[in-house]
């Protein structure tokens, strides 16, 4: 049977322009090396055609809600559609941060300190019983949405008046919280592809923390491929990612991002299951390193749907 493969993006997330991109670059690859595939923005399309009008691969370029979170996955097994990346339990671990975090600290994987909170649990708490409650992790602080990505909706707290503003801009993406320590260090990500680990990426930015503007506006960030480790500490670092990945149940593809804090220890900080697929984006640029290039790397993904 010939491939028909549809790729999806754009959707309703935070993240759709990046999905959007993400999209149209693999699309383009697939193309110009003879695969039968279309681009199919999920925001004005119904996936439940897409058996009837043919196809029978699907290559999730979807971030964030919906596309990342096991939804879709779920939706897709139920069509008997085969796709790319990490199944319905894997990709819903993976997005929730909260869950994530506990299952890697029960596995002894180590993991940036931290609390939670939900909006219900901030509406009945005074300005007191609030500092009292992040007092034990000490500022700064970097205040994310359990279930967001592309660094959305995430502030550092550098002192106590400034908490309940970043609070408030976290709830409003998400009703639970993740307040964590501020780790000062070096940013890493390592992607895997199949069983393969590809060179880990130091990543060097102007912004306060690792930002959407950093990420995805800013001319001033840099990416450090190979990331500078010595060999040690590369295996240290791969051996901790390929671990995390493994006891959420990962598969296919997916980048782990990790930060190395002054005294050379290594904390998770979170998977991402359909990472961004430009020419520009972190598991390409990492690709390129162990010379597999970007039309490679599609093909690689889309082969490993089974």
Same mark, same amino acid.
């Given at each position: 049977?010939?491939?028909?493969?549809?790729?999806?993006l754009?959707?309703?997330?935070?993240? /759709?322009e990046i999905?959007?991109?993400?999209?149209?670059?693999?699309?383009?690859?697939?193309r110009?090396?003879?695969?039968?595939?279309?681009?199919?923005?999920v925001?004005? +399309?119904s996936?439940?055609k897409?058996?009837?009008?043919?196809y029978?691969?699907v290559f999730?370029a979807?971030?964030?809600r919906g596309?990342?979170?096991g939804?879709?996955? /779920?939706?897709?097994?139920f069509?008997?559609?085969p796709y790319?990346?990490?199944?319905?339990?894997a990709?819903?671990?993976?997005?929730?941060?909260?869950?994530?975090?506990?299952?890697?600290?029960? =596995?002894g994987?180590s993991?940036?300190?931290?609390?939670?909170?939900?909006?219900?649990?901030l509406?009945?708490?005074?300005?007191?019983?609030l500092?009292?409650? =992040?007092y034990?992790?000490y500022m700064p602080l970097?205040?994310?949405?359990?279930?967001?990505?592309?660094?959305?909706?995430?502030?550092?707290?550098?002192?106590?008046? #400034?908490? /309940?503003?970043?609070?408030?801009?976290?709830?409003?993406?998400?009703?639970?919280?993740?307040?964590?320590?501020w780790?000062?260090g070096?940013?890493?990500?390592?992607?895997i592809v199949?069983? #393969?680990?590809l060179?880990?990426?130091?990543?060097?930015?102007?912004?306060t +923390?690792?930002d959407?503007?950093a990420?995805?506006?800013?001319?001033?960030t840099?990416? +450090?491929?190979?990331?500078g480790?010595?060999?040690?500490?590369?295996k240290?670092?791969?051996?901790?990612?390929?671990s995390?990945?493994?006891?959420?149940?990962?598969?296919? +593809?997916? /980048?782990?991002?990790? =930060?190395r804090?002054?005294?050379?220890?290594?904390y998770?900080?979170e998977?991402?299951?359909?990472?961004?697929?430009?020419?520009?984006?972190?598991?390409?640029?990492?690709?390129? #390193?162990?010379?597999?290039?970007?039309?490679?790397?599609?093909?690689?993904?889309?082969?490993?749907?089974?």
């Amino acid at each position: 049977m010939v491939d028909k493969v549809a790729v999806l993006l754009g959707g309703n997330s935070s993240e /759709r322009e990046i999905s959007l991109q993400s999209g149209q670059a693999i699309v383009n690859s697939l193309r110009k090396d003879g695969i039968n595939s279309d681009p199919i923005d999920v925001k004005n +399309f119904s996936i439940i055609k897409l058996k009837e009008i043919g196809y029978n691969k699907v290559f999730i370029a979807l971030h964030g809600r919906g596309g990342e979170d096991g939804v879709l996955q /779920r939706v897709l097994e139920f069509l008997k559609l085969p796709y790319t990346g990490s199944g319905v339990l894997a990709s819903s671990l993976s997005m929730d941060k909260l869950r994530t975090k506990k299952l890697w600290a029960n =596995i002894g994987l180590s993991i940036v300190p931290y609390i939670t909170l939900n909006n219900k649990q901030l509406a009945m708490m005074s300005d007191t019983m609030l500092f009292k409650y =992040i007092y034990h992790l000490y500022m700064p602080l970097i205040i994310k949405p359990n279930l967001e990505g592309s660094s959305i909706g995430i502030s550092k707290v550098t002192n106590f008046n #400034q908490l /309940r503003i970043a609070l408030k801009l976290a709830f409003h993406y998400d009703k639970n919280v993740l307040i964590e320590k501020w780790i000062n260090g070096s940013e890493y990500t390592v992607a895997i592809v199949g069983d #393969q680990i590809l060179p880990s990426i130091r990543i060097k930015h102007m912004s306060t +923390f690792y930002d959407y503007n950093a990420k995805y506006t800013s001319n001033n960030t840099k990416y +450090f491929c190979p990331s500078g480790l010595e060999l040690k500490e590369e295996k240290k670092l791969n051996k901790l990612a390929l671990s995390a990945y493994k006891s959420v149940g990962c598969n296919g +593809f997916g /980048r782990v991002d990790i =930060i190395r804090d002054n005294n050379g220890i290594f904390y998770l900080l979170e998977i991402n299951t359909a990472p961004g697929m430009t020419n520009h984006s972190l598991v390409p640029i990492a690709a390129k #390193q162990a010379g597999i290039s970007f039309s490679q790397l599609v093909k690689k993904i889309l082969e490993l749907v089974k």
